[in-house]
């Protein structure tokens, strides 16, 4: 996977924008499959390292207020896990 990418315009952006819930409410994710999987190549062992680094690919390109990094985080871990569970990991 390319880690560099970049969408080239804001249709491009838009297409790769997916829901998810956080405190709640259905929030927009920019770029969160390719972030998900792009942690999931650096095969980090801890869950604090996981969550750092998703958290950290999801501001490049997301907006994440600091009053709810900490729910931001907890979603995409729900995320995740959820897609480890697609692929038929444990």
Do not use: F, H, W
Request: include cysteine; charged fraction near 30%; proline fraction near 4%.
């Amino acid at each position: 996977m390319n880690n560099d990418y970049i969408p080239c315009c804001a249709a491009d952006a838009l297409r790769r924008i997916r829901q998810i819930p956080i405190n709640g409410i259905m929030t927009g994710i920019t770029m969160l499959d390719e972030s998900i999987a792009a942690v999931k190549e650096q095969d980090l062992k801890s869950e604090t390292d996981t969550r750092d680094a998703l958290m950290k690919k999801i501001k490049i390109y997301n907006y994440v207020p600091r009053g709810v990094e900490e729910a931001y985080a907890s979603a995409l871990m729900d995320e995740y896990k959820k897609t480890g569970k697609r692929e038929g990991k444990p």
